[in-house]
T-cell receptor, first 111, second 112 residues
């Protein structure tokens, strides 16, 4: 059973608009959540994270929102740029240093 | 230079062959990980190591073994490769708490 789910395999957004990527989890023991970005032929790179004691974390154009009661987090990218086209992975961890990963969402930014 | 390197980047092998994938890091991190990624799936943890003397199985360790030769080196072996081990393999490192992992570029493995 998947503990971390990204239900949208792909998302297409116009350049300059907002991109919203979603992630749901089932394990209430998760206390730290991360978003990674992956380009073809490269490994995933860390983008932004959030602790369960917060409901929002912002870094430049990227903001992550956490709704613990709904077991849902989202990544907002504003404004979206062509270089944001990539696969985005959501991951979650508890205290054992292991990350549990979602299947990824492919974001396509249209010019 | 890349902080986490993987060799080879691509490999084609035959069923039953032994193959080793290597990972080196210059980040000075104690924790290292091996993952595989299959199309449409997230990364699945194969093995992880918190230091040279500490090796742990992940969620899909069957058919794989690892060796932590030094703090900077962590190798993954397929003792007898089978076609369903065809996948993209990633090495990662981390330190500190909370957990943020840093990945190598990946090895694409095809088992015929």
């Amino acid at each position: 059973d998947q503990q971390v789910k990204q239900n949208s395999p792909s998302l297409s957004v116009q350049e300059g608009r907002i991109s919203i990527l979603n992630c749901d989890y089932t394990n209430s023991m998760f206390d730290y959540f991360l978003w990674y970005k992956k380009y073809p032929a490269e490994g995933p790179t860390f983008l932004i994270s959030i602790s369960s004691i917060k409901d929002k974390n912002e870094d430049g154009r990227f903001t992550v929102f956490l709704n613990k009661s709904a077991k849902h987090l989202s990544l907002h990218i504003v404004p979206s740029q062509p270089g944001d086209s990539a696969v985005y992975f959501c991951a979650a961890s508890s205290s054992n240093y292991q990350l549990i990963w979602g299947a990824g969402t492919k974001l396509i930014i249209k010019p | 230079d890349a902080d986490v390197t993987q060799t080879p980047r691509n490999r084609i092998t035959k069923t039953g062959k032994r193959i080793m994938l290597e990972c080196s890091q210059t980040k000075g991190h104690d924790r290292m990980y091996w993952y595989r990624q299959d199309p449409g799936l997230g990364l699945q943890l194969i093995y992880y190591s918190f230091d040279v003397k500490d090796i742990n199985k992940g969620e899909i360790s069957d058919g794989y073994s690892v060796s932590r030769q030094a703090q900077a080196k962590f190798s993954l072996s397929l003792e007898s490769a089978i076609p369903n081990q065809t996948a993209l393999y990633f090495c990662a490192t981390s330190e500190g708490s909370p957990e943020t992992q840093y990945f190598g570029p990946g090895t694409r493995l095809l088992v015929l």
